[in-house]
């Protein structure tokens, strides 16, 4: 499987995603205040992974600009329906098919960097997690922060590591990578981040999703 076949999982899934009920509303509250402390009026904010767009269209207006982006052109559609369909209008949000790497690439923003990037069930499903982190690194002002929150499958539920390989090779999952904790975190690090800040949201004891803040080192 390509990258080309995950955005393609993605926009099948699309209609049914955005539907779906969020699994944890209480750690997924605690995410979202503990995620708006951080932002200020000032900010540029860059959100990855943005699926149909719940989370930035409840924190979008806590910012200067918000730009949040999915690898799937659908998702962004579905996204985009719904920010049109706000009242009142919600003028600083934008919804893009994009991703780290490549907005990095292409650094034709005039507007300048980010103050925040936000990746929220996201860095497990990434293929290159050292390039997607690196491109953060490019994409954040200095002393920038991200603030993610991602399974750590290794210490999540066995079953689902188990079934993992099987789900993808019937087309019934997307890529999604095992890891640690720990490991994660040292993979922040070594792209350029110091770790300020780890916490816990999750209102099930099984569901291990640590909520990270790291700042970019200068």
Known sequence: MTIDDDARFWDKSAPSYSKSAVSDEPGYQRTLDRTSSSLRPTHRVLELGCGTGSTALRLADRVHEYLATDISPQMIKIATEKLQ???????N??????TAESLAVCNDDTRGKFHIVLGFNYLHL?????????AVHTLLEDDGLLITKTPCVSEMNPLVKLALPVMR??????????FREAELSARIA???FEVVETEMHSSKGNDHRPFIVARKKT
């Open 169 to 178: 090779a019937v087309g019934m999952a997307p890529y999604a990578a095992v």
């Open 126 to 134: 990434v293929r290159d997690l050292s390039g997607t982190l690196n």
């Open 93 to 98: 949000l934008e919804f893009r098919t994009s």
């Open 190 to 192: 070594k792209a350029g």
């Open 85 to 91: 369909s706000q009242v009142p209008k919600v003028s």
